[in-house]
C-alpha cells in the first residue's frame, strides 16, 4: 500500500493536508499518484482566488486521465506551486513534499475536523481494494 504519512489530513478524494497555522498546504496522495501514473499537467488556480471545502479548484492530467482536484477546506488561496507549471512530475517523484500544490489561508477552522486523519485513511483505502 502507499505511504500514509501520519502528520496529514485526507480527503476520500485523495489529497492530502497539512496543517501549518491557520494554513493548510494542499497535495495529492501517494496512492492517487499510483492510480494516475505519470503526471503531465496540472490546471491549479491564481492565487487570491477563493476555494469552498470539497469543490473543485483544478485539474491534474496524466498520462492515463485527467481527474479533478478538491479543496480540504475553504478559504483563500496564498501560494502556488509555481514549479509544477514546468515539472509537473514533482507530483510523481514527491507528492508529500516538492509535489504540494496550493497553500490555502484557512477561512473556517472547524473543517479540519471533517478531514480522515491517517489511520482513517489507510481504511478508507482498504475498502477500496476489497
Not at 500500500?1 to 500514509?4: I, K, R
Not at 479543496?71 to 488561496?77: L, R
Not at 510523481?92 to 504540494?100: A, H, K, L, R, V
Not at 478508507?124 to 476489497?130: A, D, R, Y
Given at each position: 500500500?502507499?505511504?500514509?504519512p501520519?502528520?496529514?489530513k485526507?480527503?476520500k478524494?485523495?489529497?492530502w493536508?497539512?496543517?501549518?497555522?491557520?494554513?493548510?498546504?494542499v497535495g495529492?496522495?501517494?496512492y492517487?499518484?499510483e492510480?494516475l501514473?505519470?503526471v503531465t499537467l496540472?490546471d491549479?488556480p491564481?492565487?487570491d482566488a477563493e476555494?469552498?471545502a470539497?469543490?473543485?479548484f483544478?485539474?491534474?492530467?496524466?498520462?492515463?486521465t485527467v481527474?479533478e482536484l478538491y479543496?480540504?477546506?475553504?478559504?483563500?488561496?496564498i501560494e502556488?506551486n509555481?514549479e509544477?507549471e514546468?515539472?509537473?512530475?514533482?507530483v510523481?517523484?514527491?507528492?508529500?513534499?516538492?509535489?504540494?500544490m496550493?497553500?490555502?489561508?484557512v477561512?473556517n477552522?472547524?473543517?479540519l475536523?471533517g478531514?480522515?486523519?491517517a489511520a482513517?485513511?489507510?481504511a478508507?483505502?482498504?475498502?477500496?481494494?476489497?
Open positions: 500500500m502507499a505511504s500514509v501520519s502528520e496529514l485526507y480527503t478524494s485523495h489529497e493536508a497539512r496543517v501549518e497555522d491557520n494554513r493548510v498546504r495529492i496522495t501517494a492517487a499518484v492510480q501514473g505519470d496540472i491549479l491564481a492565487t476555494v469552498s470539497r469543490q473543485h483544478g485539474d491534474i492530467e496524466s498520462v492515463k481527474s479543496a480540504p477546506v475553504s478559504g483563500t488561496i502556488v509555481s509544477l514546468d515539472q509537473p512530475e514533482l510523481n517523484d514527491s507528492p508529500y513534499e516538492g509535489g504540494w496550493i497553500l490555502i489561508e477561512g477552522a472547524d473543517e475536523e478531514l480522515m486523519d482513517a485513511y489507510e478508507h483505502l482498504s475498502s477500496l481494494e476489497e
